[in-house]
């Protein structure tokens, strides 16, 4: 069964400060690796990453896959009040029958 | 683009009684997935279409669970009869089907069973 694991499960922090978010992953048939931000309502895209030691970026967010090590982190820089959410990792799966399992998130706040 | 859409989005029902979730996928996805997220068990995958046709159906939780793909533009979660178990949200996404691709989701219908 495929099975991905987001550590810590909760984090809270001051504004300007720079978090880590962690996720490991046991995925047959693995394709891919993504991250989503939850507030309120549904879960929205960040990242998709597929190869090992290439950084993704975006504004302040980056990302990075270790294919071997079976392991990403999500990188958040002079975090910001709005930044609060649920971070959600994914583990994409399957040939032509592609699916994600996901973590149970990290639960990000940030304090003013 | 318009988004996944999902109908109703809140729900509330007794114990028993019938529910019918809907979903609308991004014009030109092929591929869409129902999840259900509670605090306890994060998001679960409950089954998925490839095309309109079920291809992985292991996460729907039981019999009470059904569900439909009669078009490439509409999908049905139907639980009968529903348990105050049930109680969760319901997610559904699509994606292009093409691997890798990301899901894009709807805004969830709150269900709550009484």
């Known amino acids: 069964e495929d099975k991905v694991v987001q550590s810590p499960l909760s984090l809270v922090v001051h504004e300007g400060d720079t978090v880590t978010l962690n996720c490991s992953y046991e995925v047959t048939n693995f394709r891919s690796l993504l991250w989503y931000k939850q507030e309120k309502k549904a879960p929205t895209f960040l990242f998709m990453l597929t190869s090992s030691g290439i950084e993704k970026k975006s504004g302040r967010l980056s990302s990075i896959l270790d294919k071997k090590e079976l392991f990403s982190i999500l990188n958040i820089t002079a975090t910001q009040t709005g930044d609060s959410a649920v971070y959600l990792c994914?583990?994409?799966?399957?040939?032509?029958?592609?699916?994600?399992?996901f973590g149970k998130g990290t639960l990000l706040t940030v304090n003013p | 683009d318009a988004g996944v859409i999902q109908s109703p989005r809140h729900e509330v029902t007794e114990m028993g009684q019938e529910v019918t979730l809907r979903c609308k996928p991004i014009s030109g996805h092929n591929s869409l997935f129902w999840y259900r997220q509670t605090m306890m068990r994060g998001l679960e995958l409950l089954i998925y279409f490839n095309n309109n046709v079920p291809i992985d159906d292991s996460g729907m939780p039981e019999d009470r669970f059904s569900a439909k793909m009669p078009n490439a533009s509409f999908s049905t979660l139907k639980i009968q009869p529903s348990e105050p178990r049930d109680s969760a949200v319901y997610f559904c996404?699509?994606?292009?089907?093409?691997?890798?691709?990301?899901?894009?989701f709807g805004n969830g219908t709150r269900l709550t069973v009484t």
């Open positions: 994914a583990g994409g799966s399957g040939g032509s029958n592609y699916k994600l399992t």
């Open positions: 996404a699509s994606s292009r089907g093409q691997e890798p691709s990301p899901l894009h």
